[in-house]
């Protein structure tokens, strides 16, 4: 079975930073594309930023030149550094993933079960 955990999520003050890793586990035969997306209660699940195998990268109009996106594929393992924090920035933010498993020969989607992140004034 594959799993997406995150961690890193947490009170901040507005203006802080805080980084979300998201570590992939299980019977994996390659990770493609990762990304982090946020959920606030009430609003459809939104993509803050994604990052190819390639490293080529892709952010939310709302966190470019804030939040950065990175990954170690030898790790399985993706990051969001996340900079000038807002309130808005608060959420539950989620790690996702494209994974081809070793047991079957497509790719599939798989979220992690999310962190919290708290923005305080």
């Known amino acids: 079975q594959v799993q997406l955990v995150e961690s890193g999520g947490g009170l901040v003050q507005a203006g802080g930073s805080l980084r979300l890793s998201c570590v992939v586990s299980?019977?994996?035969?390659?990770?493609?594309?990762m990304g982090w997306h946020r959920q606030i209660p009430g609003k459809p699940r939104e993509l803050v930023a994604e990052?190819?195998?390639?490293?080529?990268?892709n952010y939310a109009d709302s966190v470019k030149g804030r939040f950065t996106i990175s990954r170690d594929i030898a790790k399985n393992m993706a990051f969001l550094q996340m900079n000038s924090l807002k309130f808005e920035d608060a959420a539950v933010y989620y790690c996702?993933?494209?994974?081809?498993?070793?047991?079957?020969?497509?790719?599939?989607?798989?979220w992690g079960r999310g962190t919290q992140v708290t923005v305080s004034s």
């Open positions: 996702s993933a494209a994974i081809a498993e070793t047991s079957s020969p497509s790719v599939g989607f798989y």
């Open positions: 299980g019977s994996i035969f390659r990770v493609d594309n």
């Open positions: 990052i190819m195998h390639n490293g080529h990268t």
